[in-house]
Nanobody, 117 residues
Framework: QVQLVESGGGLVQAGGSLRLSCVASGSISRFNTMGWYRQAPGNQRELVAQIGTLGSTNYADSVKGRFTISRDNAKNTVYLQMNSLKPEDTAVYYC???????????WGQGTQVTVSS
């Protein structure tokens, strides 16, 4: 059983920074993709950023230049450094881990990020 535990959300003023962390545990493939998605009220869940085991990254256009995703493979942990936060970044942020087929696709419980103007 794979579990993902997120931490680091909270309330911050516009222009501020937050760092999210997600620790994965269980039977995990050595080669995988870890990422962050977000969902604001009334909106669909959307990709924020993702990173492969070897370090390749992909970002949503809306966060490029402001957010940085990184990972520590030894700790099965992925991070999301969020700088220059905007009110439109307010959402529940979900950690995702996947590999191979759609059978291997796991989600964390979500952490709230609120950016006040």
């Amino acid at each position: 059983q794979v579990q993902l535990v997120e931490s680091g959300g909270g309330l911050v003023q516009a222009g501020g920074s937050l760092r999210l962390s997600c620790v994965a545990s269980g039977s995990i493939s050595r080669f995988n993709t870890m990422g962050w998605y977000r969902q604001a009220p009334g909106n669909q869940r959307e990709l924020v950023a993702q990173i492969g085991t070897l370090g390749s990254t992909n970002y949503a256009d809306s966060v490029k230049g402001r957010f940085t995703i990184s990972r520590d493979n030894a700790k099965n942990t992925v991070y999301l450094q969020m700088n220059s936060l905007k009110p439109e970044d307010t959402a529940v942020y979900y950690c995702n881990l996947n590999w191979g087929t759609s059978r291997y696709n796991y989600w964390g419980q979500g952490t709230q990020v609120t950016v006040s103007s």
